[in-house]
C-alpha cells in the first residue's frame, strides 16, 4: 500500500463517528431511492404479469339488461380483440358465526373460450359446467371471514335465498384492490366477490338469455375512444351506463395511484438525504483539510502534484460513499421486501415479483458520489491549488463583526458568551443557514411522514363524523316508491329516516365531461351533510347543481355556469343544470341536487335509490336484524362498523411507515448535529481551551459551544414545521386524482414528535461535545498556535 | 506566596518516560516580577503550568498561601486560576470573534473584585483601540490585551510564557514595559518564563533552569527598565 494511502486510511478511522454518521445518511438517501424504484418495478411488473397472464380486460361497461344476442354486435365492433358479456349481481350474504350482513357481487364465471379476465385459483377448485350451486370465491373476503373451499354461504339474490357452496379461492385482475362501491377504504370482511356458472346466476337474478355487464379487450392499433363511443352507442337503449377504459377501473385506477405516490417518494426523500450528505460532506472534509494545510504545504514541497493531492481526499471521501450506498442498498432491498408484505394485503396478486434492476443501485450510488463530489470538491480544489509556501503560513485571523443584532440594542443585555454565539453564527451565515436547514429538513420529514396518518385520520373524521350523521345507509336493489321512507321510519328503534336518489350522469361541459353519479337529497337533510369549500355546512339548493370541487375544476366550471347534463339511464334525457356552488370533498367527484330537482328532471321515475336511518342508541343491532333480510334492501352499511375496519387496516401499517420516517430522519438530525458539533469542537477547541485556562468552568464554555448548536436547533424546528408544510402540500398536490384528494393537515402530535427528534439528536450531541470538552488538554493550548 | 518542595512531574509518553521535573524547590514572593529562564526541555513551562493550576505534579508538594495544591480537584482548580491567576500566552490566545474589550470583559464578568475593561486596556496603552477585533490589531498589540485581560481580574500573580516570543523585539519591549508598569503600580506578582536572557535585567530575581532542575537563582540589585533593553 502506497504511504498516502494509509494516511487517508488511518485518517477515515480517526474520524470514523463522523464518517459513519455520514455514511448513514447516504445510506438512507439510497435506501429510500432502492425502496421506491424497487417496490415502483416491483409493482408494475408484478402488474403486468398478472394481468397479461389472466387477459386483462381494457374497457368496461355496465347496462341494464340486453338479450344475449347483442353479444355478436359487440364483438364486431371495429377495434374489439375479445369480448364477453357477463351477469353481474350484486348479493346479500350470511357468512356463518358473523352478525352482520355481507353484501357482494357475484360475476358469471370467464368464458374459457374469450379468455378475459381469466381466475387465479389459489385453492379449491373451479365449478363444474353443470354446478348449480357453486362458486369461487376471492382471496382478501375468504381470509377475512375464515371461508375454506367446502364451506357454504347463504346468499340473497334477487330477493331469493340460495345457498353457495365454495369451490375454490380465487384472484382476479379486476380485484386486486378491492372497494365496495362508494367506499373510500377496504372493508374485507363485508364485502366479496363471487363467480358461479352463467345458467343458475342467470336464473337466479332474473337475467336468463341476457346479460348487464361487458368487458372487453381491444385489438393491436384499435383507439380505445372510438371503441368506447360505439359501445356506448350499442348499449345505450339496453341502459347503458356509459363505459369507462382501463384507467377509471376502480382496482387499476388504485394500483396507478399508488405507483404515482412512490414516484413522488422516489424524488423527495433521496433529494433531501443526498442534499445533506453533500453538506455534510462539504463541512468536514473542509475542517479536515484547514487542519491539514500544513501536511498539504510539505507533500507538495516533497514533489506530490495536486493531482495526487485530490485524489487522496477524495478516496477518503469515497469509501464513505462506498460504506454508504452498499449499506443503503442492502437496507433498500430489505426493506422493499418488507413493503411488498404489507402491499400483497392491500393489493391481491398472486405472487409479487421482486424486482431489483441493477442500474437502480448504480444510479443511486451515482447520485450519492455526485453528491459527495459536490460537497467536497471546493475543499478539496482549496487543498490542491494553494502553493506550498502559501499554505505553510497559518490561516489569516478570522474576521469578525458586530452582528445586526447587537446593533439593534441587543449588545446591552447579552453575555460575551451570548456575543460569541451570535458572531460565530454570523460570521459564516452559508455554513450556519445550511446546518440550520440541515436539521430542518430532518424535522421537515418526520413532520411530512405523518402527513398520511393525519390527513386520513382527519378525512375519515370529516367522511363519518363531520358529513354522514346516519348510523344505518339502506340501500335498495332498484330506484324505489318514496314510500320506503316512512316504511322504514317505522322500524321499531328507527328515530329518523332520509330518502336519497342515485342517477348515472355524465357531466359535460364543451370538451370536458365525466362520469359520475347525481346524489339527489332532501333540501332540509340532517343525516348527511355537504360542506363547501371553507368545511361550513351548506344546504342542497332547492334548484341548481352542486359539484365537489375537484370536478368543477375538472369541468372548468364555475358557480353559475351552466352543465349539461346526459342521463345515463331510462330515457336518457339531455339537460342543462346551472352550478349553484362547489362543495369540499376528499374522494371521489360527486354531483348533487335537491330531490325535488332531481324529479323535474326525470318526470316519469318518480323513486328513490336508498334511505339514511338514524337509530336509537343500542337498537342498532335491532334495526339491523330487521332490515338486512328485506328482499328489495342490497345492502345495509353501518357507519360505526366502517370506522372500525377502516382503524384495524390502517393501525399496524400507518405505525409501521412511521417508525421508518423516525428512523431515516433521526439518523440525519444526529448526522447532521453530531457533525457540526464535532467540527464547532474540533475549531474552537483552542479557544475554548484558553477560556478554561483563563479560569471559565467547564458549564460556561459548554454553553458558548453548545449555545451556538442550540441556537440554529431552535430556529431549525419552526423552519422545519414550515418545509414540512411546503412538502405536504406539494405531495397533497401530485397525489390529488379522481379518487382522492389529501388534505394538508398536519396534527400538533406530529409537529411534536417532529420537534422531539430533533431536541433528542441535539441533547445526545451534546452530552458527547460536553463530554469531550472536560477532556480539553489545557497544557496544549498555550504552547501551540491555532 | 508559592512554596513548592521536591517537586517532580513525570510524563509517559506511548513507551517512553519523560521527566520533566526532577525535585523543584521553590519559593515565590508577594509583588515581585520573577523570570525563569531555560532552554527549551528545561521544564520551565511544566512549572509554570503547575504553579497555574492547569497541571499537577508527580511527586512533591505546592502550596499557595496556606492552599495545598498538591491534592486538588478539577473544580477547585478552576476556582483558584479563576480567583488569583491572570495568564499570558506566547501566542496571545484571543477570542476572535470578541473585540479587545470584551476579550478583557469576558474574564471580569466571572471575577469578584476586577478593574473596568477600559481600565485595564489603558494600562497596557490601548484605550484607543478598544473596539477593535484581534484581526484588526497587531501581534504586540495583541498581546498587550492579553495582558489587560489578564490583570483586569485583578490577580495575585501574573503567569507568562514567553510573552515576546512571538514578536519582534520592538513590539515586545512595549508588551514588558506593560508587564513592569503592572507589576509596579497593581502590585501583581508576576513571573515570566523565557529562554530570552535580556528579559532577565528586568527581574527582581532571576531563576535559571536546565534538565528539569533549578540551576541557581540570581537577585538583580537594579532592575533595569524594559525599555532600556535591547536585543
Not at chain 1, 376502480?250 to 438525504?273: C, D, G, K, W
Not at chain 2, 513525570?10 to 514572593?29: S, W
Not at chain 2, 476586577?114 to 478598544?130: H, I, W
Request: net charge neutral; proline share 4%; glycine share 8%.
Amino acid at each position: 500500500m502506497r504511504t498516502l494511502d494509509r494516511k487517508w486510511l488511518r485518517e477515515l478511522w480517526q474520524m470514523r463517528g463522523q464518517a459513519l454518521a455520514i455514511a448513514l445518511v447516504i445510506a438512507s438517501g439510497v435506501a429510500t431511492y432502492i425502496l421506491s424504484e424497487s417496490t415502483i418495478d416491483s409493482l408494475v411488473y408484478t402488474q403486468r404479469d398478472f394481468y397479461s397472464s389472466t387477459r386483462f380486460a381494457e374497457v368496461f361497461a355496465s347496462l341494464k339488461r340486453a338479450p344475449l344476442a347483442l353479444a355478436g354486435s359487440i364483438a364486431e365492433i371495429p377495434g374489439v380483440a375479445h369480448s364477453e358479456v357477463r351477469v353481474a349481481a350484486p348479493v346479500k350474504l350470511e357468512v356463518p358465526g358473523f352478525a352482520e350482513v355481507v353484501n357482494g357481487l357475484i360475476l358469471t364465471l370467464p368464458d374459457a373460450a374469450s379468455g378475459i379476465d381469466r381466475l387465479y385459483l389459489r385453492s379449491g377448485r373451479f365449478p363444474d359446467p353443470d354446478e348449480d350451486d357453486a362458486v369461487v370465491i376471492n382471496e382478501s373476503f375468504a381470509e377475512a371471514q375464515g371461508l375454506h373451499p367446502g364451506d357454504t354461504v347463504a346468499a340473497t339474490i334477487n330477493g331469493r335465498l340460495k345457498t353457495l357452496k365454495i369451490a375454490g379461492v380465487v384472484l382476479s385482475p379486476e380485484f386486486v384492490y378491492l372497494l365496495r362501491p362508494g367506499d373510500f377504504f377496504p372493508d374485507y370482511k363485508r364485502y366479496g366477490v363471487f363467480w358461479m356458472n352463467r345458467k343458475p346466476l342467470s336464473m337466479a337474478y332474473g337475467m336468463d338469455g341476457a346479460f348487464n355487464d361487458v368487458i372487453l379487450t381491444l385489438a393491436p392499433g384499435a383507439t380505445q375512444a372510438a371503441v368506447i363511443s360505439r359501445l356506448d352507442r350499442l348499449l345505450g337503449p339496453w341502459g347503458g351506463v356509459g363505459a369507462i377504459g382501463r384507467d377509471d377501473q376502480t382496482s387499476h385506477h388504485y394500483l396507478t395511484e399508488e405507483v404515482n405516490q412512490l414516484r413522488v417518494q422516489a424524488t423527495i426523500m433521496p433529494a433531501i438525504f443526498l442534499g445533506v450528505a453533500a453538506f455534510l460532506l462539504n463541512v468536514v472534509i473542509g475542517r479536515l483539510i484547514r487542519q491539514q494545510r500544513e501536511t498539504v504545504a510539505i507533500l507538495k514541497a516533497f514533489g506530490y502534484g495536486n493531482g495526487a493531492i485530490a485524489a487522496h481526499y477524495l478516496k477518503l471521501v469515497g469509501l464513505i460513499v462506498v460504506v454508504g450506498a452498499v449499506t443503503g442498498t442492502a437496507v433498500g432491498a430489505w426493506l422493499a421486501h418488507g413493503l411488498s408484505g404489507i402491499y400483497s394485503e392491500f393489493f391481491r396478486y398472486p405472487y409479487m415479483h421482486f424486482v431489483l434492476r441493477p442500474q437502480v443501485p448504480l444510479v443511486a450510488s451515482g447520485i450519492s458520489a455526485g453528491a459527495a463530489f459536490l460537497g467536497t470538491i471546493e475543499a478539496v480544489g482549496r487543498a490542491s491549488s494553494m502553493s506550498p509556501a502559501q499554505a505553510l503560513h497559518p490561516e489569516p485571523p478570522l474576521v469578525f463583526h458586530e452582528t445586526w443584532l447587537e446593533r439593534a440594542g441587543a449588545r446591552n443585555v447579552l453575555s460575551q458568551g451570548g456575543r460569541m454565539i451570535l458572531r460565530n453564527i454570523a460570521r459564516r451565515p452559508v455554513k450556519s443557514a445550511l446546518t440550520m436547514l440541515g436539521v430542518a429538513l430532518a424535522c421537515s420529514i418526520v413532520t411530512v411522514g405523518g402527513l398520511f396518518n393525519d390527513a386520513v385520520s382527519y378525512m375519515v373524521d370529516v367522511q363519518f363524523n363531520r358529513s354522514e350523521h346516519a348510523d344505518l345507509t339502506v340501500t335498495f336493489t332498484d330506484t324505489t316508491s318514496p314510500r320506503a321512507v316512512s316504511e322504514l321510519a317505522g322500524v321499531p328503534g328507527t328515530t329518523k329516516a332520509e330518502p336519497f336518489r342515485f342517477v348515472p350522469v355524465r357531466l359535460r361541459n364543451g370538451n370536458h365531461s365525466y362520469r359520475t353519479a347525481i346524489q339527489g337529497y332532501p333540501t332540509d337533510a340532517t343525516l348527511f351533510q355537504l360542506r363547501n369549500t371553507a368545511l361550513q355546512p351548506v344546504r342542497v339548493p332547492q334548484s341548481g347543481l352542486l359539484l365537489t370541487d375537484f370536478l368543477a375544476r375538472r369541468l372548468d366550471v364555475h358557480p353559475g355556469d351552466r352543465v349539461t347534463i346526459e342521463v345515463l339511464s331510462g330515457a336518457r334525457q339531455v339537460v342543462s343544470a346551472r352550478l349553484a356552488g362547489v362543495v369540499k370533498e376528499f374522494a371521489g367527484m360527486n354531483a348533487y341536487m335537491s330531490m325535488d330537482a332531481v324529479q323535474r328532471m326525470l318526470p316519469e321515475e318518480r323513486g328513490i335509490s336508498g334511505v339514511r336511518l338514524r337509530v336509537a342508541r343500542g337498537h342498532e343491532q335491532e334495526v339491523y336484524a330487521a332490515l338486512r333480510d328485506r328482499p328489495r334492501v342490497a345492502a345495509v352499511t353501518s357507519r360505526a362498523a366502517a370506522m372500525r375496519s377502516f382503524h384495524d387496516l390502517m393501525a399496524q401499517n400507518i405505525l409501521i411507515y412511521a417508525a421508518v420516517m423516525l428512523f431515516l430522519a433521526g439518523t440525519i438530525a444526529v448526522g447532521v448535529i453530531y457533525n457540526s458539533t464535532r467540527v464547532a469542537l474540533s475549531e474552537r477547541a483552542f479557544e475554548l481551551a484558553t477560556l478554561r485556562v483563563l479560569g471559565l468552568t467547564h458549564r460556561e464554555i459548554g454553553y458558548i459551544l453548545l449555545g451556538e448548536t442550540g441556537l440554529l436547533t431552535l430556529i431549525a424546528i419552526p423552519a422545519g414545521f414550515a418545509i414540512g408544510y411546503g412538502f405536504a402540500a406539494y405531495v397533497a398536490y401530485r397525489l390529488a386524482s379522481a379518487l382522492y384528494r389529501v388534505p394538508v393537515v398536519l396534527e400538533r402530535a406530529t409537529l411534536g414528535r417532529a420537534a422531539l427528534v430533533i431536541v433528542v439528536a441535539t441533547v445526545l450531541s451534546s452530552i458527547y461535545a460536553y463530554v469531550r470538552l472536560g477532556r480539553l488538554d489545557l497544557v496544549a493550548v498555550l504552547k501551540t498556535r491555532e | 506566596m508559592f512554596y513548592t518542595r521536591g517537586l517532580r512531574k513525570t510524563y509517559v509518553v506511548g513507551e517512553v518516560k519523560i521527566e520533566a521535573l526532577r525535585g523543584i524547590d521553590l519559593e515565590i514572593y508577594a509583588a515581585e516580577f520573577a523570570v525563569i529562564l531555560g532552554a527549551s526541555g528545561s521544564g520551565k513551562s511544566t512549572f509554570l503550568n503547575i504553579l497555574g493550576g492547569l497541571d499537577s505534579a508527580t511527586q512533591g508538594e505546592i502550596h499557595y498561601f496556606e492552599h495545598d495544591l498538591s491534592h486538588t480537584d478539577d473544580r477547585e482548580l478552576t476556582r483558584f486560576r479563576r480567583e488569583h491567576v491572570g495568564f499570558v500566552f506566547q501566542f496571545y490566545n484571543l477570542i476572535a470573534s470578541l473585540t479587545a474589550r470584551e476579550n478583557v470583559a469576558i474574564v471580569t464578568e466571572i471575577a469578584e473584585h476586577p478593574l473596568a475593561p477600559e481600565k485595564a486596556l489603558e494600562l497596557v496603552g490601548l484605550r484607543e483601540r478598544m473596539d477593535h477585533f484581534p484581526a484588526q490589531l497587531s501581534g504586540g498589540e495583541q498581546q498587550r490585551v492579553a495582558i489587560a485581560r489578564a490583570i483586569a481580574k485583578n490577580p495575585d500573580v501574573l503567569l507568562c510564557d514567553e510573552p515576546t516570543g512571538a514578536l519582534d523585539s520592538e513590539t515586545g519591549i512595549l508588551v514588558l514595559e506593560a508587564l513592569e508598569r503592572v507589576n509596579r503600580e497593581l502590585g501583581t506578582t508576576t513571573i515570566v518564563i523565557t529562554h530570552n536572557v535580556v528579559i532577565a535585567d528586568m527581574a527582581d530575581r532571576v531563576i535559571k533552569m536546565s534538565d528539569g532542575r533549578i540551576a541557581g537563582i540570581t537577585r538583580n540589585a537594579i532592575r533595569r527598565p524594559a525599555h532600556d533593553l535591547r536585543w
